[in-house]
């Protein structure tokens, strides 16, 4: 079972950027399907972005496409999430889990870390 540590959330204006970063332990992380999802105060946990476990497959929520892109190094055991435009609704935990398919259940969460954007 893989490991999941993100970093590089922060407080930044609306308009800004910010890049997250999902750390894996383990020896089978390129075998992961990685994804991002968010979570909002009072909100429920919604999905953000997908790649595939060789990187050539992406997929967006509708809200984040145009502004986000998920990519990964897996020589580096590491998932990135770059954010640009980034909107005060943007405000929330984020969250990177491992599938060992896509579209299927994760098999493991990292901690989260959090974004908040100010208006």
């Known amino acids: 079972q893989v490991q999941l540590v993100e970093s590089g959330g922060g407080l930044v204006q609306a308009g800004g950027s910010l890049r997250l970063s999902c750390a894996a332990s383990g020896r089978t992380f390129s075998s992961y399907v990685i994804s991002w999802l968010r979570q909002a105060p009072g909100k429920e946990r919604e999905f953000v972005a997908r790649?595939?476990?060789?990187?050539?497959?992406?997929y967006y929520a509708d809200s984040v496409k145009g502004r986000f892109t998920v990519s990964r190094d897996n020589a580096k055991n590491t998932v990135y999430l770059q954010m640009n435009s980034l909107k005060p609704e943007d405000t929330a935990v984020y969250y990177c889990a491992a599938a060992g398919v896509w579209g299927s259940g994760y098999a493991s969460w990292g901690q989260g870390t959090q974004v908040t954007i100010s208006s």
């Open positions: 790649i595939s476990s060789t990187g050539g497959r992406t």
